[in-house]
């Protein structure tokens, strides 16, 4: 019986291996967290938020003329996500960029950004 891999370099056959490691990793999220429509729904949820908090606060700071209402502009923002630093400080919250790694999570934007804008 002949090896398949034999003949190809070493950095192919870790590719595959990479590339079936994301793949099981994302079957798995897909089965046991969310499939991709409810990631979707959940990315595009946060999204809104943090678009209509960040107009909200946005406006509120180019008007604010006393440091009473540069604090007062940041009110809304605190309520609707203040909580999240505190859960991730105190471990009840990881996100998966802190997982993955800051510079490979930003590495992979910038791929795909960069990608997509060759492809416009």
């Known amino acids: 019986m002949q090896d398949n891999n034999l003949n190809e370099s070493p950095e192919?056959?870790?590719?595959?291996r990479a590339v079936q490691?994301?793949?099981?990793?994302?079957?798995?999220?897909?089965?046991y967290v969310a499939d991709s429509a409810s990631l979707t729904g959940t990315a595009t949820d946060i999204a809104h938020v943090l678009l209509h908090e960040l107009s909200g606060f946005v406006n509120k700071l180019s008007e604010a003329r006393d440091m009473d209402e540069v604090n007062a502009s940041v009110v809304s923002m605190k309520q609707a996500i203040g909580d999240i630093e505190t859960k991730v400080d105190n471990n009840e919250l990881r996100f998966p960029y802190q997982v993955k790694g800051l510079d490979t999570v930003k590495e992979e934007v910038i791929e795909r950004a960069n990608g997509v804008s060759e492809l416009l």
């Open 12 to 16: 192919l056959v870790n590719d595959d």
């Open 21 to 31: 490691v994301k793949n099981s990793l994302r079957n798995k999220i897909n089965y």
